[in-house]
């Protein structure tokens, strides 16, 4: 496990584009025995992904909101170390969401694996995961925790410069007036300031504001207005 490792640092190292990322983690997950790859950049609502899961999976994923419950996710945040995973003995014991997700994601072939997750700026992880149809898989060898942390680095800064265009995001509509409320916040105007401005009660401006923290999984107004900014929603 160490020498792909290397292997997949090394060439990640050469890498500055979408493909040559994609054909990284391809060979290095086929190699290590796995099927699928996955890479998830995540805080609250704002999470991207770039994987060779299904697109159906990819689709269904973000729909349901399962970054919300995924076990993977919920670990990777926790240890912010290398882990293994799997469905299998745990999907009975979970919660009725986990259980769907579970369920969702055995459909397509995803049963077990291997995640490497690191912390990134501004209190979001990173996430690099190998994927198994098969039950309690596990590669050869010990995980070396430096170089899978090196590994998942590199691949978030490959993804960072080339902007992927394949780059899957969760799918926030914004009303109008959401968005109209959220720029007001953007240029530091106060509810009651937008109110003036728009011709509506302050407490229509609260209402407007906090409906779009709740769409975009935001913790407060500037936040919604990050999360919205960074989806291209303002």
């Keep these: 496990m160490k ?3 290397d292997d997949l640092i090394d060439v990640l190292s050469l890498s500055n584009d979408e493909r040559s990322a994609r ?3 391809l060979t290095f997950a086929q190699q290590c025995g796995f099927e699928r790859f996955a890479y998830m950049n995540v805080r609250s609502g704002d999470t991207e992904a770039f994987t060779n899961y299904p697109q159906e999976w990819q689709e269904i994923y973000f729909a349901n909101d399962y970054q919300k419950v995924d076990p993977v996710i919920t670990a990777a945040k926790r240890l912010l170390k290398p882990f293994y995973w799997s469905a299998s003995p745990l999907r009975w ?6 259980r769907r997700f579970y369920e969702h994601a055995r459909q397509f072939g995803i049963v077990s694996g291997l995640s490497m997750p690191i912390r990134i700026e501004f209190g979001r992880i ?3 995961t190998l994927a198994s149809h098969l039950p309690d898989f ?3 060898g010990m995980i070396d925790d430096i170089r899978a942390t090196t590994a998942t680095a590199l691949v978030h800064a490959t993804l960072k410069v080339s902007d992927p265009s394949t780059m899957k995001k969760p799918q926030v509509s914004l009303t109008v007036r959401e ?3 959220l720029n007001w916040a953007a240029l530091g105007k106060s509810m009651s300031l937008t109110a003036d401005i728009l011709g509506i009660k302050k407490n229509t401006v609260r209402y407007y ?9 935001a913790y407060n107004t500037m936040n919604a207005v990050y999360l ?3 989806l291209g929603l303002v």
Excluded: N, Y
């Design 138 to 140: 596990k590669v050869d």
């Design 93 to 98: 014991t979970a919660s009725p969401e986990e």
């Design 209 to 217: 504001l906090d409906a779009a923290k709740r769409k975009l999984g």
């Design 3 to 5: 020498k792909r490792l």
């Design 228 to 230: 919205a900014t960074r």
């Design 126 to 128: 990173a996430v690099l």
């Design 23 to 25: 054909t990284a983690l």
């Design 179 to 181: 968005k109209e409320c």
